[in-house]
């Protein structure tokens, strides 16, 4: 699987930034398509994830900001940033993976597959 994140930029306090992540490649039933960030010396955190059946997960920190979409018939996933805030800047990576359980979604090192990293730098 291959996955290619686009989307990031340079937005002020309280705006709103779309990311992109197209996938190709063996994509199953039970695919997570997901979202984490790094910001400069911290390690690497869960954002949000969806299942291809649509079910989706976020991170306590972005519930109520951020909404994570899906187009399957794309094999692209959607992360809408709104109310950003200037500890919302990071590294923006989307991870796929097709065997994960509930339980292993907010956990980088179960996903199989890594997009490139899109940075989002919001100032105050």
């Known amino acids: 699987v291959q996955l290619q994140a686009s989307g990031g930029g340079l937005v002020q306090a309280g705006g709103s930034l779309r990311l992109s992540c197209s996938a190709s490649?063996?994509?199953?039933?039970?695919?997570?398509l997901g979202w984490f960030r790094q910001a400069p010396g911290k390690d690497r955190e869960f954002v949000a994830a969806?299942?291809?059946?649509?079910?989706?997960y976020y991170a306590d920190s972005v519930k109520g900001r951020f909404a994570i979409s899906r187009d399957n018939a794309k094999n692209t996933a959607y992360l809408q940033m709104n109310s950003l805030k200037p500890v919302d800047t990071a590294v923006y990576y989307c991870a796929s993976d097709n065997r994960l359980i509930v339980s292993s979604i907010p956990h980088y090192e179960q996903y199989d597959y890594w997009g490139q990293g899109t940075l989002v730098t919001v100032s105050s």
């Open positions: 490649g063996p994509i199953s039933s039970n695919n997570v």
């Open positions: 969806i299942r291809r059946s649509g079910a989706t």
